[in-house]
């Protein structure tokens, strides 16, 4: 089973600065990794998928990159609804898996 | 409009049997992969199940052989049969659709449904 770390388990930040997620893998994904962001009470909703590919509404904000076992979310200018958990997941290797999530909070 | 909502989650005691059930709309079940995800309260994301188009199923190793996965293509759901529970298996559980394109990512998901396993 493939396993992915991310860092930090948490990120305080303020409205306006950028954020930088990481999500590192237990062996080579190539690029099939992606990066979901979970709000209390809510489902997960995906927001970038191989690596770079933003999902169907996400805003140019979210970007993704890396290959292999190094992967990176970066939001450019956090907005108040971008505060959250965040999950990388990998479909390379079956089964299926997530990372353990980054917390974004405001400061 | 693309819809999933589970249902059938309940407290239930270790070793018990539970079904939840997940109605789609806006989609033809058939005809994508679904997935069960589930998640233990203030815990992150754990992939539970799958059932291809084709029918084709498989589960993660910590259900295996007490968890199975199944459809009914004419009311266009998708179920998890779950038996002899833990207490470990308490979680939110969330049916998620398949991306598609590319297979492998989840791209609409249910609201969830709670199972707790307790005495």
């Known amino acids: 089973e493939i396993v992915l770390t991310q860092s930090p388990a948490t990120l305080s930040l303020s409205p306006g600065d950028g954020a930088t997620l990481s999500c590192r893998a237990s062996?080579?994904?190539?690029?099939?990794l992606a990066w979901y962001q979970q709000k209390p009470g809510q489902p997960p909703r995906l927001l970038i998928y191989d690596t770079s590919y933003r999902a169907t509404g996400i805003p140019a904000r979210f970007s993704g990159s890396g290959s292999a076992t190094d992967f990176t979310l970066t939001i450019s200018s956090l907005e108040p609804e971008d505060f959250a958990v965040y999950y990388c997941?990998?479909?390379?290797?079956?089964?299926?898996?997530f990372g353990q999530g980054t917390k974004v909070e405001i400061k | 409009e693309v819809q999933v909502v589970e249902s059938g989650g309940d407290l239930v005691q270790p070793g018990g049997s539970l079904r939840l059930s997940c109605a789609a709309s806006g989609f033809t079940v058939s005809s994508n992969y679904m997935s069960w995800v589930r998640q233990a309260p203030g815990k992150g994301l754990e992939w539970v199940s799958i059932?291809?188009?084709?029918?084709?199923?498989y589960n993660a190793d910590s259900v295996k052989g007490r968890f199975s996965i199944s459809r009914d293509d004419s009311k266009n759901t998708v179920y998890l049969q779950m038996n002899s529970l833990r207490a470990d298996d308490t979680a939110v559980y969330f049916c998620?659709?398949?991306?598609?394109?590319?297979?492998?990512?989840?791209?609409?998901w249910g609201q969830g449904t709670l199972v707790t396993v307790s005495s």
């Open positions: 998620a659709r398949d991306l598609g394109d590319p297979k492998g990512y989840f791209d609409f």
């Open positions: 997941q990998q479909r390379s290797i079956r089964p299926r898996t």
């Open positions: 062996q080579s994904i190539s690029s099939y």
């Open positions: 059932i291809y188009s084709d029918r084709t199923t």
